[in-house]
Structure formats: C-alpha cells, structure tokens
Nanobody, 121 residues
Framework: VQLQASGGGSVQAGGSLTLSCAAS???????MGWFRQAPGKERKFVGA????????HFEDSVKGRFTITRNNVKNTMTLQMNSLKPEDTAVYYC????????????????WGQGTLVTVSS
C-alpha cells in the first residue's frame, strides 16, 4: 500500500490545518499513524488511530489540540490540527502499521511522502 500525505501549508500560530492521507489500498485492518520531523531533528510520533477508528493515542504535546479520524471505505485518514504553535512546524508523514492497534512507534512499516507544515509566530 502506498500512502500520500497532503494538506500542508503555512499558518499563523493559533490557527488550524487539516492534513489528509490517502492510501492506494485497503487500510481497514491496520493501525494508522502520523509522525513529524522538524528541521534538523529526528522523526517523532504524533498520534495513531486503531483499525476501527475507535481509539486514538497522541504524543503529549499535541493532546487536546490534534484529532485523528479515518475512513476505511475511502482508505483515508485525517489529522486535524488546532491551536497550532511554531514548534509544530515540521514535515508530517502518515504511516500504516502491521497490527490493528497501536503498540508503539516501531510497529509502522509503510510510510508516505511528507507534507510541510509551517507555523509562524
């Protein structure tokens, strides 16, 4: 399955942005996740959603600000980002895991090309 993230752009601090991830095949049995990589830093986990969309898990700094949803009919996933901060600036990647539930960041095996989010103060 190939993944493609889109929807990145530039926004001022406090603003919102929605990222989308489109998959070329079925994702209904797999946990899906979002990661990000800030300039000069390692890629880090942002959040994940289980196969059915009934459970999500987020990194502490985005809890309460970011939401993940998925559509298993359309094979898509979204990341709704609110109250954006300059430290959210990064290239965002979507990923698909090998299991149905989030079990850790090592469980993601398929990655898409990233989309750049820039938050200005």
């Amino acid at each position: 399955v190939q993944l493609q993230a889109s929807g990145g752009g530039s926004v001022q601090a406090g603003g919102s942005l929605t990222l989308s991830c489109a998959a070329s095949g079925r994702i209904s049995r797999s946990v899906m996740g979002w990661f990000r990589q800030a300039p000069g830093k390692e890629r880090k986990f942002v959040g994940a959603i289980n196969f059915s969309g009934t459970n999500t898990h987020f990194e502490d700094s985005v809890k309460g600000r970011f939401t993940i949803t998925r559509n298993n009919v359309k094979n898509t996933m979204t990341l709704q980002m609110n109250s954006l901060k300059p430290e959210d600036t990064a290239v965002y990647y979507c990923a698909m895991g090998e299991k149905s539930h989030y079990t850790g960041t090592a469980g993601f095996s398929s990655w898409g090309q990233g989309t750049l989010v820039t938050v200005s103060s």
